[in-house]
């Protein structure tokens, strides 16, 4: 059974910069297309960044394009985001998800907010 577990979220000021992680248990995560996504209250859940099982293919929302960076540690069995230049708009509940195809596990989730 596949678990993850988010780590890294917290506050930060306009600008600044958060690194979050995506700790997986369960299996190897180069057999899993891995993403992140976000969601505030009251709006859809938004998929910013995707990498495939293996490794080659990486995806970015506009919205993060340039300012986000996801990578994954084989060694670890984890996955990170690298978020810099904050916005206010990047406050959110931050979620990593595994599937193959499918986002079918999902993390709890932790809090970003950026003031």
């Known amino acids: 059974h596949v678990q993850l577990v988010e780590s890294g979220g917290g506050s930060v000021q306009r600008g600044g910069s958060l690194r979050l992680s995506c700790s997986v248990s369960?299996?190897?995560?180069?057999?899993?297309?891995l993403g992140w996504f976000r969601q505030t209250p009251g709006k859809e859940r938004e998929g910013i960044a995707a990498?495939?099982?293996?490794?080659?293919?990486?995806v970015y929302a506009n919205s993060v394009k340039g300012r986000f960076t996801v990578s994954r540690d084989n060694a670890k069995n984890a996955l990170h985001l690298q978020m810099d230049n904050l916005e206010s708009d990047d406050t959110a509940m931050y979620y990593c998800?595994?599937?193959?195809?499918?986002?079918?596990?999902w993390g709890q989730g932790t809090q970003v907010t950026v003031s």
């Open positions: 369960g299996d190897t995560v180069t057999k899993y297309c």
């Open positions: 990498l495939n099982g293996g490794g080659g293919s990486i």
């Open positions: 998800a595994a599937g193959r195809p499918g986002f079918g596990h």
